[in-house]
């Protein structure tokens, strides 16, 4: 399959459902070779599957974006047996619906660690490889991002701290022509959405979200850097 991206890889995190599915389908769809990171083997096999189906490349990889040393070992997995990376997507999360009373330390440290050390340990260990490709970063944060939510400030605080990483890491970046930008979607049609806000109506698809990545990976200028934009439907 060819398209804007061929010859280079896409690693997307949480890549199993939702959002991360559809982000990685349109990736491929666009040439990418793609790295589907996530901790659900067999989910991942699954998503692979399609993509191959459609003529497309990808590799399942099993890996828990919240530890270092395994985020290390994938990452040279990945340099050692796919093309070279060009697109970097963290959209690996987790949602806690909660009192901030009633949350335990653990809980609070989980949320945390997979929306925000998830994103820091994964953008560092490309970084050599997107300022030598003039790579993109894609950061998926949230509404919860821009604003506060009742009952979820784990995970409101987490994705308000992606949106500081991602600004300054494209301050960072700048120079080396990697532009790092992130999503803030509203209520999208996912399990996570069912998770954190019971009841909810979603205005829009995974595929929504995916459009809007795809053309931050193929299509926007690299001085679209830092900005983060609100996909609320």
């Not at 919240?66 to 999360?93: F, I, K, Q």
């Not at 009633?102 to 945390?112: C, F, I, L, N």
Request: proline share 3%; hydrophobic share 45%; charged share 20%.
């Amino acid at each position: 399959m060819t398209g804007p991206l061929s010859g280079y890889t896409a690693v997307v995190t949480g890549a199993s459902r939702g959002i991360g599915r559809a982000i990685a389908m349109r990736l491929a769809e666009a040439g990418a070779e793609v790295a589907l990171w996530a901790r659900d083997a067999t989910a991942l096999r699954m998503v692979a599957s399609e993509i191959t189906a459609n003529r497309g490349k990808a590799r399942a990889i099993v890996v828990d974006v919240t530890d270092a040393d395994a985020v290390n070992r994938a990452s040279d997995l990945v340099r050692a047996t796919m093309p070279p990376v060009r697109t970097v997507v963290n959209n690996a999360g987790a949602v806690l619906r909660k009192s901030t009373e009633a949350m335990t330390d653990e809980e609070w440290r989980r949320v945390m660690a997979v929306n925000l050390d998830g994103t820091f340990f994964v953008t560092r260990a490309f970084i050599g490889d997107l300022e030598h490709n003039q790579g993109r970063v894609i950061n998926i944060s949230s509404i919860s991002g821009r604003e506060g939510t009742s009952l979820l400030a784990a995970y409101c605080a987490a994705k308000h701290g992606v949106i500081g990483l991602t600004r300054a890491l494209a301050e960072e970046l700048r120079a080396a022509k990697v532009s790092v930008n992130a999503i803030c979607p509203g209520s999208v049609d996912t399990q996570m959405l069912r998770e954190g806000l019971p009841g909810a109506r979603p205005d829009m698809s995974p595929d929504d979200i995916a459009k809007t990545a795809l053309f931050l990976a193929a299509n926007a200028p690299t001085a679209l850097t830092g900005a983060c934009i609100d996909v609320y439907g």
